[in-house]
DNA sequence: GACAAGATGTTGCATGTACATGTATCCTTC
DNA sequence: GAAGGATACATGTACATGCAACATCTTGTC
């Protein structure tokens, strides 16, 4: 389920390889405790972030498919789950009858709110005990939050 | 296909959200390159990685699974394609009958060998221009790449 | 030896994703 | 205002993956 050893080659696979432990173990752990939890995947959570982050509580497909690194196929059937969930709805784009809007329900907004918090509470302890395993690790990740853009 | 903005939350899930964004780019990087000019995929060529580092050029299913970090119906069916590419050969275990050694064969290794060229360079040039997008991420990556275990 | 319990892989099935393509709409130019 | 091309999604198809059920083999115990 998780990947446990770096295979000898260079410094930068090497590097990458670490990357790659980290981002596996993690993201294992928020999938099945969001999916345990509140019965929803990881994409499904992300988008329902972004769409909660937006003033407007709505965003066009591929706007959505480029915040949560999908393609736009993609998008299209994530956002149908959202639907058929009761989470968000489509909504046709006025001036741009190509457009499609996915619009965040209310229902969709708690249920991220609910899950917000498991999402945390698991971030939290998954990059706790990686530290931990990894003291190289945890400069790197303080490096990171030292709060960008 | 890249992940575009953080959705304003938690500072850690902020600091997870770059590391997300690193690894899609990088990650859909590789694999693009690995497939168009090496015509494998990523989970194949750290497969016959993990083989090639390997003193016999040999691993078991679940040994497998755990260094590429999937489980083992998915190593299973990796393993097949890698059978069937004629990159290694599956090779019953003489004193355990219920294993099963994953074999690399020549042609596993020089494919391999050649794959991982691309695979340096295009981390390299993915990480370098992560890098200079984003400062903080450059002191992470020095951090990490400060060699470890 | 025989049986129970555990370990090791494999297979059936459902799901999620990407790629290629189709359809409708918009925009630019003439 | 019609033609040609670009853009925004939807759909068909293929494939990789995970989970659960299964078969096979080993080990321990009697």
């Keep these: ?84 969930a009761g989470f968000a709805v489509r909504d046709l784009c006025p001036d741009d009858k190509r457009g499609v809007y996915t619009v965040l329900t209310e229902a969709g907004r708690t249920r991220h709110a609910e899950a917000s918090r498991t999402y945390e509470e698991t971030l939290e302890a998954a990059l706790e005990e990686a530290r931990r395993a990894d003291p190289q690790l945890a400069a790197a990740l303080t490096a990171l939050s030292a709060h960008a853009s």
């Design 1 to 84: 389920m998780t990947p446990a050893a770096a295979p000898p080659v260079s410094d930068l696979a090497a590097t990458w390889q670490h990357v790659l432990l980290l981002h596996t173990r993690v993201e294992n752990r928020l999938a099945t405790a969001l999916q345990r939890r509140h019965g929803i995947g990881l994409s499904e959570f992300r988008a329902l972030g972004h769409l909660a982050a937006s003033p407007t509580s709505e965003l066009r497909m591929q706007e959505l498919a480029d915040k949560v690194g999908l393609n736009q196929s993609s998008v299209t059937r994530l956002v149908a789950r959202l639907g058929t």
